[in-house]
Antibody, heavy 121, light 107 residues
Framework: QLQLQESGPGLVKPSETLSLTCTVS??????????WGWIRQPPGKGLEWIGN???????YYNPSLKSRVTISVDTSKNQFSLKLSSVTAADTAVYYC?????????????WGQGTLVTVSS | DIQMTQSPSSLSASVGDRVTITCRAS??????LAWYQQKPGKVPKLLIY???TLQSGVPSRFSGSGSGTDFTLTISSLQPEDVATYYC?????????FGQGTKLEIK
């Protein structure tokens, strides 16, 4: 059974870089047909797609965040990572990683448990 | 970008009721639509993809329909465990986007 788990600091200072890692278990991140994505959800609000990556390193980003986002993959560790630079309080959210099915624009299943990242000094 | 608008934003219904949630796209998206259920404090769970295909393990009281710009998620007989916020997501083109959510409560 495929499982995903986010890890990283729960508190980031304004203007600094948020860094999270998603570890995939129960399956290979190098599987064809799947992209690996990041989604976030501010407290009490809806879902926002951040971006995704294929095991080859091909990436797609949400245009609204593109200038600040970098997603990378480490197939040897079965992990992919998110970096979001120049964070502000508006970036406070639960960050989820998920497998994106049916290509770079597909649906998400399964999801990780999510990790709350708070931006505060 | 294509906008996804859900209605209603919230609703309250009784156990056993038939419940319908609507998702409208600002442009046609064929059947490239998924539905998710997020219970309070929990992770979103995929219910339906390709507008009407039920994800494995999802109870058959859930169903989806629609194509183009108008889509519906229907719960045929509401159960207490269906209390959740429901989101639609379009995936015909980048960026994928979600509706704002519909919060479902038991009356």
């Amino acid at each position: 059974q495929l499982q995903l788990q986010e890890s990283g600091p729960g508190l980031v200072k304004p203007s600094e870089t948020l860094s999270l890692t998603c570890t995939v278990s129960g399956g290979s991140i190098s599987s064809s047909s799947y992209y690996w994505g990041w989604i976030r959800q501010p407290p009490g609000k809806g879902l926002e797609w951040i971006g995704n990556i294929y095991y080859t390193g091909n990436t797609y980003y949400n245009p609204s965040l593109k200038s600040r986002v970098t997603i990378s993959v480490d197939t040897s560790k079965n992990q992919f990572s998110l970096k979001l630079s120049s964070v502000t309080a508006a970036d406070t959210a639960v960050y989820y990683c998920a497998r994106q099915v049916a290509g770079s624009r597909g649906w998400f299943d399964p999801w990780g448990q999510g990790t709350l990242v708070t931006v505060s000094s | 970008d294509i906008q996804m608008t859900q209605s209603p934003s919230s609703l309250s219904a009784s156990v056993g009721d038939r419940v319908t949630i609507t998702c409208r796209a600002s442009q046609g998206i064929s059947n490239y639509l998924a539905w998710y259920q997020q219970k309070p404090g929990k992770v979103p769970k995929l219910l339906i993809y390709a507008a009407s295909t039920l994800q494995s393990g999802v109870p058959s009281r859930f169903s989806g329909s629609g194509s183009g710009t108008d889509f519906t998620l229907t719960i045929s007989s509401l159960q207490p465990e269906d209390v959740a916020t429901y989101y639609c997501q379009k995936y015909n083109s980048a960026p994928v986007t979600f509706g704002q959510g519909t919060k479902l409560e038991i009356k």
